[in-house]
């Protein structure tokens, strides 16, 4: 059984940081590639930022050196460390876990709110 429960969403100013996480249940989390997506209302999902198995990451570029993602596979969890954050950062966060080599198959979080806005 799979869960993933993402946390440290909120209210934050512009220019400000925020650290999401993500804590995995269920899986062989060093055998899987992590990813950060968002969604804003009425928009489609958008892939943030990924970090494989083997420690690659990867970042949409509208965050490009504002987001940071890593894991600690010690404690089967990923973060997205969220630098100068602008209001169009604002939208649901959610996890997702692919096992390398299976791009078919990925499970899902429920999803944070981050919400940039002074």
């Known amino acids: 059984q799979v869960k993933l429960v993402e946390s440290g969403g909120g209210l934050v100013q512009p220019g400000g940081s925020l650290r999401l996480s993500c804590a995995a249940r269920?899986?062989?989390?060093?055998?899987?590639?992590m990813g950060w997506y968002r969604r804003t209302p009425g928009k489609q999902r958008e892939l943030v930022a990924t970090i494989t198995s083997g420690g690659s990451r990867n970042y949409v570029g509208s965050v490009k050196g504002r987001f940071t993602v890593s894991r600690d596979n010690a404690k089967n969890t990923v973060y997205l460390q969220m630098n100068s954050l602008k209001p169009e950062d604002t939208a649901v966060y959610y996890c997702n876990a692919n096992p390398s080599g299976l791009p078919g198959m990925n499970y899902w979080g429920k999803g944070t709110l981050v919400t940039v806005s002074s």
């Open positions: 269920g899986i062989i989390f060093s055998g899987y590639d």
